[in-house]
């Protein structure tokens, strides 16, 4: 019996590592478009390796940014230095709630931000967060909430992933690596932001829909703000725009503005600003240039109305 046990254990862990070799040797060679269990994209056009290489760096911000790519191609930084706030824009694509918990516990402490803006985009609450997820784990460095993000999402991209993403982690593949800041269309800004070249876009209408929300991306949003709660930190919700056709198109939209208002406070952007489809978006769901100045010149006179208060 107990050459078989020793057999049986002998048999785990040669597998185990013989698996972590051929995984990282398919990584490092097959093209991950071909790999149907492993979706690990070093840099992309969200440039959020560049975001969470520099952020590193960072401490004692006035305000952080959080959110999806409303946020990091939304929230431009360089209007909030020339007010003399300092800021950081922590936005990922597709980040959902639980990314979002997860980037707080892993640098909240060393940023020390006095405010955090949420970028609170309803789809964020309806996605499973595997998208986000893998772009976390293919971006940063893999840690005990990484395992705990995986987890949650108890996903096989996920745990793929996450070793491949260990592994290299471990070896030092990406410790020399370097992200271009120019890419297309798109080019990072310091400070977590995505500026784009001005493009515009085609008003189109969309036909009726409904926000199918995740329970448990509410649950983690609550954690983030209990989270921020105890540590004294002041929290404002926004809504950003999406074009004014695609927002219409939802029939719940109201359902969820009373939700986030009894969360803390919160603004629809929808309900503030008039943006044109065509001139202030580059799709149905960003803003151009023109849009993003408007938008953000907006959020900083709430800033200023809250401080007088």
Same mark, same amino acid.
């Given at each position: 019996m107990a050459k078989f046990i020793k057999s049986v254990l002998l048999f785990i862990i040669?597998? #185990?590592?013989?698996?972590?070799?051929?995984?990282? /040797?398919?990584?490092?060679?097959i093209p991950h478009k071909?790999?149907?269990?492993? =979706?690990? =994209?070093?840099?992309?056009?969200?440039?959020t390796f560049s975001r969470l290489e520099e952020v590193k760096q960072e401490e004692n911000l006035d305000i952080l940014f959080l959110g999806s790519?409303?946020?990091?191609?939304?929230?431009?930084?360089? $209007?909030y230095t020339e007010q003399g706030y300092k800021t950081f824009n922590l936005g990922?694509? #597709?980040? #959902?709630p639980l990314q979002s918990k997860l980037l707080l516990q892993r640098y909240l402490d060393r940023l020390k931000p006095k405010q955090i803006i949420i970028e609170v985009y309803p789809l964020i609450f309806c996605s499973d967060g595997v998208e986000s997820g893998l772009d976390i784990i293919s971006n940063d460095i893999n840690d005990r909430h990484s395992i705990d993000m995986a &987890? %949650?999402?108890n996903h096989p991209l996920i745990y793929h992933s996450l070793l491949y993403g260990s592994i290299k982690d471990f070896l030092g593949l990406n410790r020399s690596y370097s992200e271009e800041k120019w890419k297309a269309i798109s080019n990072y800004i310091s400070?977590?932001? &995505? %500026?784009?070249? /001005?493009?515009? @876009?085609?008003? &189109?209408?969309?036909? =009726?829909?409904?926000?199918? @929300?995740?329970?448990?991306?509410?649950q983690?949003?609550?954690?983030? +703000?209990?989270?921020?709660?105890? =540590?004294?930190? !002041?929290?404002?919700? &926004?809504?950003?725009?999406?074009?004014?056709?695609k927002y219409k198109s939802y !029939?719940?939209?109201?359902?969820? %503005?009373?939700? $986030?208002?009894?969360?803390?406070?919160?603004?629809? +952007?929808?309900?503030?600003?008039?943006? !044109?489809?065509?001139?202030?978006?580059? !799709?149905?769901n960003h803003l151009n240039k023109l849009g993003v100045k408007i938008f953000n010149e907006s959020i900083m006179n709430l800033l200023k109305a809250n401080k007088n208060q």
């Open positions: 040669y597998s #185990t590592f013989g698996y972590c070799i051929l995984l990282t /040797l398919a990584g490092l060679i071909y790999l149907a269990n492993l =979706k690990y =994209k070093l840099a992309d056009t969200s440039f790519s409303h946020a990091y191609r939304g929230f431009d930084t360089r $209007m990922s694509s #597709t980040q #959902t &987890v %949650d999402l400070g977590g932001f &995505v %500026d784009r070249q /001005l493009r515009y @876009f085609n008003h &189109v209408e969309h036909p =009726k829909d409904h926000w199918e @929300f995740h329970e448990q991306q509410f983690h949003f609550e954690e983030i +703000l209990s989270i921020l709660k105890e =540590k004294d930190i !002041d929290v404002l919700l &926004v809504f950003a725009p999406i074009t004014k056709s !029939d719940n939209n109201k359902d969820f %503005d009373i939700k $986030m208002k009894n969360y803390g406070e919160y603004y629809n +952007l929808h309900e503030i600003l008039a943006l !044109d489809d065509s001139l202030h978006f580059y !799709d149905s």
